[in-house]
C-alpha cells in the first residue's frame, strides 16, 4: 500500500481544514489505519486511527472533540477533518498503515505516506 497525503494549507485559528490521504493497492480496506504530526524540532505523534471498517476511532487528547478521522474504503481513502485550528496544530501531517501493536505508537505503522503541511497562523 502507498499512500499520498494532501489537503494541508495555511488557515487561521478557529478555521477548518480537511485531510485526505489516498491510498493504493487493493489491500487498503483490511488495514487500520493512523493520522501523525510532527512539528519543527519535535518528535513525531499520534493524532487519530481509525479501524479497517471505520466503525472505530481514537484521538489524542489535544485533538479529541475538534479532529474527525474517518475513511471511504471504495475511495481507498482515509479523512481528517480538523476544525477549531490552534497555531500548535502547526505541523506536517502524516497517514500510515498500522501493521499491528497499540494504535498511539509510531512503531505500530508502516508505509508511512510523504506528509501535507498544515500552518495555523494566530
Known amino acids: 500500500v502507498q499512500l499520498q497525503a494532501f489537503g494541508g494549507g495555511l488557515v487561521q485559528a478557529g478555521g477548518y481544514l480537511r485531510l485526505s490521504c489516498a491510498a493504493s493497492?487493493?489491500?487498503?480496506?483490511?488495514?487500520?489505519m493512523g493520522w501523525f504530526r510532527q512539528a519543527p524540532g519535535k518528535e513525531r505523534e499520534f493524532v487519530a486511527y481509525?479501524?479497517?471498517?471505520?466503525?472505530?476511532?481514537r484521538y489524542s487528547e489535544s485533538v479529541e472533540g475538534r479532529f474527525t478521522v474517518s475513511r471511504d474504503n471504495a475511495k481507498n481513502t482515509v479523512y481528517l477533518q480538523m476544525s477549531s485550528l490552534k497555531p500548535e496544530d502547526t505541523a506536517v501531517y502524516y497517514c500510515?498503515?498500522?501493521?499491528?501493536?497499540?494504535?498511539?505508537?509510531?512503531?505500530?505503522?508502516?508505509?508511512w505516506g510523504q506528509g501535507t503541511q498544515v500552518t495555523v497562523s494566530s
Open positions: 493497492g487493493r489491500t487498503f480496506s483490511s488495514h487500520s
Open positions: 481509525v479501524d479497517w471498517s471505520g466503525t472505530t476511532t
Open positions: 500510515a498503515k498500522m501493521k499491528g501493536g497499540v494504535y498511539y505508537y509510531r512503531s505500530s505503522y508502516d508505509n
